[in-house]
């Protein structure tokens, strides 16, 4: 099992940066793939970006392409979102996710994530 912490969530202004970290437990992190979603208020969660167990492979949702950045330290068993250019619609709760199953390939379906993070809150003002 993988047991996920989420942190450096808060309040950042629109064009401004935050990174947010995803601490794993575990041995087997890096045999995980990882993703990160959000969940606005009244919203849905959604998909924001997801990154292959060994790193080489990233897929983001069209709405932070560009802009955002998932990375992974797997020396470190810690997931890294970093975020430029935020805009006030990204105005959410951050979770990170592992999937289900090791060695698995990248998915934007949150079905296939079976372990989930507390989540972080990441406000930005306009």
């Known amino acids: 099992q993988v047991q996920l912490v989420e942190s450096g969530g808060g309040l950042v202004q629109a064009g401004g940066s935050l990174t947010l970290s995803c601490a794993a437990s575990?041995?087997?992190?890096?045999?995980?793939?990882i993703a990160w979603f959000r969940q606005a208020p009244g919203k849905e969660r959604d998909f924001v970006t997801t990154i292959s167990w060994t790193g080489g492979n990233t897929y983001y949702a069209d709405s932070v392409k560009c802009r955002f950045t998932i990375t992974r330290d797997n020396t470190k068993n810690t997931l890294y979102l970093q975020m430029n250019s935020p805009k006030p619609e990204d105005t959410a709760v951050y979770y990170c996710?592992?999937?289900?199953?090791?060695?698995?390939?990248?998915?934007?379906?949150?079905?296939?994530?079976?372990?989930w993070g507390q989540g972080t809150q990441v406000t930005v003002s306009s």
């Open positions: 575990g041995r087997t992190f890096s045999t995980y793939v």
């Open positions: 996710a592992a999937a289900a199953s090791r060695y698995g390939s990248p998915s934007n379906r949150e079905y296939e994530y079976a372990y």
